[in-house]
């Protein structure tokens, strides 16, 4: 008995001088002393032994109780008193969480994304296997005509192509709804393209489009600018450069100033100070008749940008093929 | 397309740099890609011609040639080419010169005899040798009669300059020649100077009307259809001698980057680069009864055309035929029937206007790219050019010596009638690019660019140059319009539109969610292309996917029916570099095919293979398992809302057995399980992998609507049991009993341990579970927690025979 006795004091001893946490020393305290606790449960016991020990187990057990009390009560004391002196090395690293990540192509698209919700366009979607005439008929590129060459199509059967851009859902969604319209789309599009630095057969647009009364390219120009702010920055200019897209008319080529030089010149903007980011214009009277839209009362604009491109500039990455990598020590940069 | 500034600078007179001419051209919509300048980086190279030549005495691969060099007087050089005879004009370096290639030439012994120079090719006078015909490439240069002998050779060969590779957009056809380019700086001056354009600038001849025209039997032109063909004229030419172009001729073409070939292709060459007008040339006596008809093909009917292939010709195709057969696919390439051969004596050259549909559509139908079609399905011009270029190539025969003309023969249509004049409203225009232009303004815009126009109160009633086919309705006037003010002198304005929110589809909004629950996790998003190999597909068992009718690569000749082969080829590429572990999902589009009808489905893909989570000195490595990637499933559908119900079950890329279909209350989610190690293989992953598929659209249909359910705020008791089962009974099965013996006090049931073997009998295993009892409106007693606890003993007991191991409070 006397060894049991050494021993839970023992125990409490170093239990108590382990512990920083108050919790940690009431639970003990209920432990010890409660009324299913250790030492109660030896007090209990003095009743039962022999008559010859029990005055002296009974003292030591008294004796006990009354350090075990003393004890966490000056544990207690002293944790809410006294500064305590802690010695950590904080050199060691913590402990690991997991580290999952976003891929940064759904990074840079839903930040796309977010800039636009904010202005109070709608995200459409659509498929990727598309019929070839909202792929192309529709947004006047018809069978026989050089633009198609612009985009190396991907075929699955006659009429049923994998969509060379976005630019589908513009025709399904203003087949669907009247205007306004304001709305973007962004996805997964395919074109037959050589792979190399800046091609992949699998590559990401974002397309927006918005048609209503009196919508004027001096808009489509402000909308640009509130777009590429809000991705590349509050100091990032637009500049329109005569192009053509079969959809829009005019049509416009869209760069914004450099920004990663700013605009002073670097080799990412060919010293030009100007980056070509995609295409935009004000949506051809064809594709607005094409969908039954009265060509006397709304008009509107239209652009597609790449989200690879986008991020390419954003980030300083050279290589698109790098996205579709999915090594770990590219994906985790960003 | 690629030109020279000589060559422009031969179109039409203008003082920009190289520099200043990319960058305006680009401002008007002509890309210039890219630009390379040359320099002469040889001296003293002079032209000289050959007076007499003789074998070296001793050295008998080498000849000893006199060489007159004009004012210069004479000199000698030894040299080892063999192409070298009496009479030629050629290049050479004396000594004090040196080569382009950097060698300095001296005086030099060859034996007993002294060589002062060293005679050229085209490497040591560094020529772009993509310009220069296979016999210009062969030994010593050959300049041929019009170089100036003892003139330096810079004087004789267009050296210095600068090469443009322009790129023009498809509504730009009429960039896509020297004098389309032309045109374009004529532009750019007239706005610079505030003039009106001004054809009389450009410098090249052009005529407007036909030399000779007659048609008098020698040759009948007869167009059938003017609507595809509205012009046709053939320049008759007898007594044709072939042979090489001239020096001359030659050095043009090489500022005009065309590669010389012979007399009557170089002229073709010239009248496609110089004139964007494609021209072709017929063997006159090999074209039946001497008549050109230009028709539509007849069914039935088929051409060899000039490559050898015999091409059947679907019907309505726009041909050239003489009178029994077609002998052209017009615009698109020559019949091999009727083509000029060495034989040939009479030659008709073929210039026309052809409708650029007609044309684009036999050039793709018939599978032939060729020059001719690339500008006719962007637009020739049907007036100016179609009338010029007669009366140049004829001027091109008489000079170029090849033969005799006789006429020029035309088909009705000529001249070509002006197209009618369009009308612009004002305010449209201006209502249109958010503007304040006035009518004056844009009159002076369109002056720029040739484009007449006249003002009535609002209304412009503009009309194109007839080399502006693209101009058709009144936007493309509003793009002329920006073109000419600039595009960035227009207004920034953000358009006045209705407030209101913008929305997302519940599948994109849910597919962000998943995303966030699962890089919460630890799990890192990957995107792989969507294309997969369909051998693959069908050695891994899967139904057959949809494939493409024009792969880039067979390895991607299908799509994706699984997003299991794109995530394998990430873990692969991540454990090649020696990572201990991939843990990784994709959420994207698999497609199907069901009797030639396409199907797409979005769908979350999550692989894990090897170690996840790196060690440190807190915690050792976590390594995935198949429980880890159930726990990931559950988390995700905990977070969702939706319940999880897993049921063994079979799936083609999965283990037996180790394979189960997760299914919300509902319906089927998706499987997970252990990737088949066969399939793994073939994917090239070697280690365990676990793999899950689920369909986000079920997701999406599972989730329920959430709303608030009372809980317990008094303190829970927790009591733990473990108990001893057959091996063949689940846990599943096990807690199903607590769940239902518990009472409804019995709030959480966790099982903290599973195992068999050790101690315990063979054919049994032990499984525990911590039971939390709470109650929603009291403290529970530990005793009426312990009744529960007994009940549900009892129930294990009698149910399935449990045996309780211990019970721990
Ligand atoms: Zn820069």
Redesign the pocket.
């Known amino acids: 008995m006397p060894s049991t006795i050494d021993e839970i004091r023992t125990a409490l001893e170093t239990r108590l001088t382990a512990t920083r946490d108050a919790q940690d020393v009431r639970n003990a305290q209920i432990e010890y002393l409660g009324k299913k606790g250790t030492v109660t449960a030896l007090l209990k016991q003095i009743s039962g032994v022999a008559e010859d020990q029990r005055r002296q187990f009974g003292e030591q057990v008294n004796a006990l109780k009354q350090w075990a009390a003393q004890a966490i009560e000056q544990k207690l004391s002293d944790l809410s008193s006294k500064a305590h002196r802690y010695d950590i090395d904080f050199s060691l690293p913590g402990q690991l969480m997991p580290a999952g990540k976003k891929h940064i192509l759904t990074q840079v698209e839903e930040e796309v994304e977010s800039v636009f919700l904010s202005m109070g366009f709608d995200i459409e979607e659509g498929p990727e296997i598309e019929q070839e005439y909202y792929n192309f008929e529709a947004l006047n590129i018809p069978a026989d005509h050089p633009a198609r060459d612009m985009q190396d199509t991907f075929y699955l059967a006659p009429g049923m192509l994998l969509r060379t851009h976005t630019s589908p859902i513009q025709v399904r969604t203003m087949k669907r709804e009247n205007p306004p319209i304001r709305m973007i789309a962004t996805g997964r599009c395919y074109r037959r393209d050589a792979i190399d630095a800046s091609h992949t057969p699998v590559f990401t647009q974002v397309e927006g489009l918005v048609v209503d009364k009196g919508i004027t390219f001096a808009d489509l120009k402000g909308v640009l600018q509130e777009f590429v702010r809000g991705v590349f920055g509050s100091s990032t200019n637009v500049k329109l450069l005569p192009s053509f897209f079969p959809f829009v008319e005019p049509g416009a080529e869209t760069a914004i100033s ?1 920004p ?2 700013g605009g ?3 080799p ?2 060919k010293n030009s ?1 100007w980056i070509e980011m995609g295409g935009s214009g004000m949506v051809h009277q064809n594709v607005l008749q094409e969908v039954g839209y009265d060509t006397s009362i709304y008009q509107g604009f239209a652009f597609g940008w790449g989200i690879e491109r986008i991020a390419m500039i954003k980030y300083g990455i050279r290589d698109i093929r790098m996205f579709y990598d999915n090594d770990l020590d590219f994906l985790g940069q960003f | 397309m690629r030109v020279k500034l000589s060559a422009l600078h031969a179109a039409i007179d203008f003082d920009y740099t190289p520099e200043e001419l990319v960058t305006k051209l680009g401002d008007v919509g002509i890309e210039i890609e890219s630009t390379e300048s040359t320099a002469a980086t040889f001296k003293d190279v002079f032209v000289a011609r050959v007076m007499h030549t003789a074998l070296h005495p001793t050295h008998h691969r080498l000849q000893l040639v006199d060489l007159d060099l004009g004012p210069r007087g004479t000199t000698s050089v030894c040299t080892a080419a063999t192409n070298v005879r009496e009479g030629d004009i050629i290049p050479v370096v004396i000594p004090g010169g040196r080569t382009a290639d950097g060698m300095d030439i001296a005086t030099r012994m060859f034996g007993t005899v002294e060589s002062f120079g060293m005679l050229c090719s085209w490497k040591e006078l560094g020529l772009d040798g993509d310009l220069l015909s296979s016999e210009e490439k062969e030994g010593i240069l050959h300049l041929g009669s019009g170089a100036i002998v003892g003139s330096l050779f810079e004087e004789a060969w267009p050296i210095g300059d600068t090469a443009f590779e322009v790129s023009v957009t498809p509504d730009r056809g009429d960039a896509l020649s020297v004098l389309g380019l032309a045109r374009w700086i004529e532009v750019l001056k007239a706005r610079d100077a505030d003039q009106p354009f001004d054809m009389g600038d450009i410098k090249l001849p052009l005529p407007s009307t036909l030399p000779h025209a007659r048609n008098d039997g020698d040759l009948a032109v007869t167009i059938n259809d003017q609507s595809l063909c509205s012009s046709y004229i053939g320049v008759l030419v007898q007594d044709v001698a072939s042979g090489p172009s001239s020096h001359a001729f030659r050095t043009q073409l090489y500022q005009l980057c065309v590669r010389p070939v012979s007399r009557i292709v170089d002229m073709t060459n010239l009248c496609l680069k110089q004139y964007g007008q494609p021209t072709h040339a017929f063997d006159y006596d090999r074209l039946q009864e001497h008549r050109i008809i230009v028709r539509t093909s007849l069914p039935g009917e088929t051409i060899v055309t000039l490559d050898g292939v015999v091409r059947s010709l679907e019907p309505g195709t726009l041909v050239i035929a003489d009178a029994a057969v077609p002998v052209a696919v017009a615009g698109v390439m020559g019949g091999l029937t009727s083509s000029v051969t060495a034989a040939t004596t009479r030659i008709v050259f073929e210039i026309a206007h052809f409708d650029p549909r007609a044309v684009a559509h036999a050039s793709r139908h018939l599978g032939i790219k060729s020059d001719a079609a690339y500008l006719y399905e962007r637009g020739t011009d049907p007036g100016l050019t179609v009338s010029a270029v007669p009366s140049v190539l004829s001027a091109l025969v008489r000079e170029q010596c090849l033969g005799s003309y006789v006429s020029c023969v035309a088909s009705a249509g000529i001249p070509v009638p002006a197209k009618p004049p369009l009308s612009l409203d004002l305010d449209r225009v201006n209502g249109y690019l958010g503007s304040n232009l006035d009518a004056a303004d844009m009159q002076r815009l369109f002056g720029y660019e040739g484009i007449t126009s006249s003002i009535t109160g609002t209304t412009l009633s503009v009309t194109p140059p007839s080399f502006r086919g693209d101009l058709t309705s009144w936007p493309e006037y509003v793009e002329e319009i920006v073109r000419m003010e600039g595009y960035n002198e227009f207004p920034s304005h953000t358009p006045n539109l209705v407030l209101r929110r913008g929305s997302e589809s519940p599948l994109k909004a849910l597919c962000k969610r998943l995303r966030q629950i699962l890089v919460g996790i630890g799990l890192v998003e990957s995107c792989t292309v969507s294309f997969v190999r369909e051998s693959t597909v069908t050695a891994m068992g899967l139904p057959p996917a949809p494939l493409l009718l024009n792969p880039l690569t067979v390895d991607w000749d299908a799509l994706r029916p699984t997003m299991a082969v794109g995530l394998a080829g990430a873990a692969v590429r991540n454990l090649s570099r020696g990572r201990e572990g991939f843990a990784s999902f994709e959420i994207g589009k698999t497609f199907s095919v069901r009797d030639q009808s396409f199907d797409e489905e979005t769908r979350l893909g999550i692989l894990l293979t090897g170690k996840w989570q790196d060690a440190n000195w807190t915690t050792p490595a976590a390594s995935t398992s198949i429980f880890v990637l159930k726990g990931i499933i559950e988390s995700v559908l905990r977070d969702l809302h939706v319940s999880c119900n897993v049921v063994s079950s079979d799936s083609a890329i999965l283990e037996t057995g180790a394979s189960v279909l997760v299914s919300s209350e509902t319906m089927a989610l998706g499987t997970l399980g252990i990737l088949r190690h066969d399939v793994g293989a073939l994917l090239g992953l070697e280690r365990d992998t676990f793999y899950a598929e689920f369909s986000v659209d079920a997701l999406l249909k599972s989730i329920p609507a959430i709303g608030f359910k009372e809980f317990s705020r008094f303190p829970s008791i927790r009591r733990d049991i473990a108990v001893l089962v057959d091996s063949s009974m689940t846990a599943g099965q096990v807690q199903a009993i607590l769940t239902e013996h518990g009472g409804p006090l019995l709030k959480k049931i966790v099982v903290f341990d599973s195992f068999q073997g050790d101690s315990l009998p063979t054919g049994k295993k032990s499984v525990g579970f911590s039971m939390e009892f709470a109650s929603p409106d009291r403290t529970l007693l530990g005793d009426e927690v312990d009744v529960l606890v007994s009940s549900v003993e009892a129930a294990l007991a009698t149910r399935v025979g449990g045996i309780l191991r211990r019970t721990r409070v």
Do not use: S
């Open positions: 450099c990663i030089c002073k010149g670097c990412t903007c100070g």
